[in-house]
């Protein structure tokens, strides 16, 4: 089963090839959420600062009936604590707002602050080693199993690898069908640097897609299956996002194999219009 099959990041640690994102789960809803997710199979659970429902996961971490160490637990920084100071103040509250004594894995939720997003003119390169040396101290001590980030592009990563002691385990990007960074990917698995895919069902945009769908009842699957299934199938961690147990279930049910010539036609589908990048990513900063 998928859900127990794994990658090993370049610190020789392992990481659930599919895990449960948390985005939008209230804190309230949280806990019970992950028990369902646990009790379905999940051991890799995907939650940030931004969220603001690392309680309600650390609730269900600790509550699932499963040991912690049989668990892989993921959080961000958010994305405005850009020195080392503020990394280092993330670092603590994160775990003690979960509860948890150590994180499976953190990451750097952006590379600028959300209402920044990709502005040309602050790059945040020096701002992300400040806050990647915290990260380093943390790790060391063994608070973090491991560190990494999220939404860096190929810039970013250069600029940071080029003064680390530690380099990045793990770019956590919005990857899905018709949304595909490839020259980010092959830069990343050249490096060791596992992708993550967060949004492989593009926020629910790709459900009405005809193509998709025409591809997806090929494989007598739905087309959250088959989207899940091409993450997967790139190599990286797939990581969807329910409160849901019926879906929870339903996007595990991903034993088959897409061949190679519908990746290919996956890989070409138009961009799904209606889908904007600022309209979606910048979600913590009113824009």
Known sequence: MILEEKYTLSNGVEIPRLGLGTWFINNKS???AIRQAVANGYRLVDTAQAYMNEAGVGEGIRTCGVPREEL?????????????????????????????DYLDLLIIHAPQPWNKWRSKKNRYYQENKE?????EKAYEAGLLRAIGVSNFLIDDLESLLSGCK????????????????HELIEFCHKRDILIEA????????VLKNKEIAAIAAKYGVTVAQLCIRYDLQLGTVALPKTANPEHMKENASVDFEISDLDMAKLNNITPIKG?????IMPVFSGK
């Open 30 to 32: 949280a806990a019970q």
């Open 72 to 100: 892989f637990v993921t959080s961000k920084i958010a994305a405005e604590a850009k020195s080392y100071q503020a990394a280092k103040k993330a670092i603590d509250d994160i775990l003690s707002a979960t509860g948890l």
């Open 131 to 135: 806050v990647w040396r915290a990260m």
């Open 166 to 181: 530690i380099k990045p385990m793990v770019n956590q990007v919005l990857c899905h069908i018709s949304n595909t960074p």
């Open 198 to 205: 967060y949004a492989p069902i593009a926020h629910g945009k």
């Open 275 to 279: 889908y904007g990048m600022m309209r």
